[in-house]
């Protein structure tokens, strides 16, 4: 069991959430391999991460609509979109095993690494090009996104904030929805590790959990003022170097 100052874990929980729940990626890909490095148990930092992650996922898609960067009433086109996603991620968790225990971890690291710098690659070539909605492109690439969970156990979030974009979503509403649909994927995996016996650190999992609730307003409020090709900008940097970075990871780089 590590011991830290809780307000550092409160800080570190709020920083990583903003970024989450402002450009709809960062905080479980940052705050899984941090609190491994300083020393936490994996089963500790999973449970915990997904205790956090529902409470700020949920909280953000909340303050999302609240704030009108997107419709999540039920019924709505984005509510229907974030349905649909849900339940793309929810298959990708369910054939992880059948599918990672065939591929070399090496192969999947550098598959995840260059669909991540494609993907924001065209997002930043196209960030001044407004796409039509299609369904098309959003179920194509939401089963894109439900491999690469099924295969890696992440890559979730950034490909299906991207891929709204590239199927016509706009990048404000894209984050609210991919909120509401990580949220609902957090609460099943958390339901997973509930039935087969597994503890929750629940003094770690409450005080991420302040962190993130503590943030997720002034997220909604950073993606309500800024200007949506600016956000996508922000977007297909930020996807363009998670897979620059993977890459290098995975090839032995520093």
């Not at 930092?45 to 909340?62: C, I």
């Not at 087969?196 to 409020?221: F, N, Q």
């Amino acid at each position: 069991m590590v011991l830290l100052d809780p307000l550092f874990m409160v800080i570190l929980a709020f920083l990583l959430e903003t970024v989450d729940a402002s450009i709809g990626m960062g905080y479980g890909t940052i705050l899984s391999p941090v609190l491994l490095m300083i020393g936490f148990d994996p089963l500790q930092v999973v449970p915990a991460v997904l205790v956090s992650q529902l409470a700020g996922d949920f909280l953000a898609a909340f303050f999302h609509h609240e704030f009108k960067n997107v419709d999540l009433s039920v019924g709505s086109k984005h509510f229907k979109v974030a349905v649909t996603l849900s339940l793309l991620g929810l298959g990708g968790s369910m054939i992880a095993v059948a599918i990672a225990v065939n591929l070399p971890k090496l192969l999947i690291n550098l598959y995840i690494g260059m669909l991540f710098a494609i993907i924001g690659f065209i997002v930043l070539a196209t960030k001044n090009k407004n796409y039509d909605f299609s369904w098309t492109r959003l179920l194509s690439l939401g089963c894109l996104a439900a491999f690469n969970k099924g295969i890696s156990g992440g890559g979730y979030g950034p490909l299906v904030t991207t891929g709204q974009i590239l199927a016509g979503v706009r990048a404000r509403s894209a984050i609210g929805i991919i909120s509401l649909a990580e949220g609902v994927t957090c609460v099943v995996a958390l339901l997973m590790y509930v039935l087969i016996g597994r503890g929750i650190d629940w003094p770690l999992s409450i005080t991420l959990s302040i962190g993130v609730v503590l943030s997720t307003p002034l997220a909604a409020s950073f993606v309500r003022k800024i200007e949506s090709t600016r956000l996508r900008l922000i977007i297909g940097i930020a996807t363009l170097l998670l897979g620059l970075s993977t890459i290098l990871r995975t090839l032995g780089f520093p």
